[in-house]
């Protein structure tokens, strides 16, 4: 079975410019959460969506926001974007909500210029 | 709150000898779990390890073992026999559950694992 995949793998924005970033689960997987990680530090939790509800958000602005589809496929849009937004974004499944393991895709590498 | 302390920025090992990672966490919750994962250069979080807050046992995984301390807040990673392709950033993280219904990992800063041949 295909892991978890998104797109695309870099990209490049100036200041101001909004940016979306795609992700697919793991097949079954009903749960898809976002991070940021920047360089040299551990990932930082943005959301977490279930069946397509918003169930948990991290410490980040409202330039953040995403979504979830019915086939449980996510997108992470961010607005505005400032020259601290530099960073991986990584798209991580699990079965279900409460699932105490999660499965992480090879991440988008965003740079803002 | 939460904390994840990861030590030890770099760490270094001989091919096929044992390694020890450290990490300690803080935490008010009764119930919490404990993670290890690998970051190649490629990026991608690769999960090695879980342990239950209320697990009497270490945790294991093939070469991959978590010595689960409690009463000293500490869960560190033990890999034996250390392989080349080990070389990555290794990662500590506690879920825990949290209102809404989700689950919620705090990572640590990491620790980078070289293996000499």
């Known amino acids: 079975d295909a892991g978890v995949t998104q797109s695309p793998t870099h990209l490049i924005k100036t200041r101001g410019q909004q940016v979306t970033l795609r992700c697919s689960p793991i097949s079954g997987h009903k749960s898809v959460s976002w991070y940021q990680q920047v360089l040299g530090q551990g990932p930082q939790f943005i959301f977490q969506y279930y069946e397509k509800e918003e169930r948990g958000r991290g410490n980040f602005p409202d330039r953040f926001s995403a979504r979830q589809f019915p086939n449980y496929s996510s997108e992470l849009n961010v607005n505005a974007l400032l020259l601290g937004d530099s960073a991986l974004y990584l798209c991580a499944s699990s079965l279900e909500l409460a699932a105490d393991t999660q499965y992480f895709g090879p991440g988008t590498r965003l740079t803002v210029l | 709150a939460q904390k994840i302390t990861q030590t030890q920025p770099g760490m270094f090992v001989q091919e096929k000898e044992a390694v020890t990672l450290d990490c300690t966490y803080d935490?008010?919750?009764?119930?919490?779990?404990l993670f290890w994962y690998k970051q190649p250069s490629s990026g991608e979080m690769i999960f090695l390890i879980y342990q239950g807050s209320y697990d009497q046992q270490n945790a294991t995984e093939g070469r991959y073992s978590l010595n689960f301390q409690k009463a000293r807040k500490s869960a560190n990673l033990v890999i034996s026999a250390s392989q080349l392709g080990d070389s990555a950033m290794y990662f500590c993280?506690?879920?825990?559950?949290?209102?809404?219904?989700?689950?919620?990992?705090?990572f640590g800063r990491g620790t980078s694992l070289i293996v000499h041949p």
């Open positions: 993280a506690m879920g825990r559950s949290a209102s809404g219904g989700s689950y919620i990992p705090t």
């Open positions: 935490t008010s919750d009764p119930s919490y779990g």
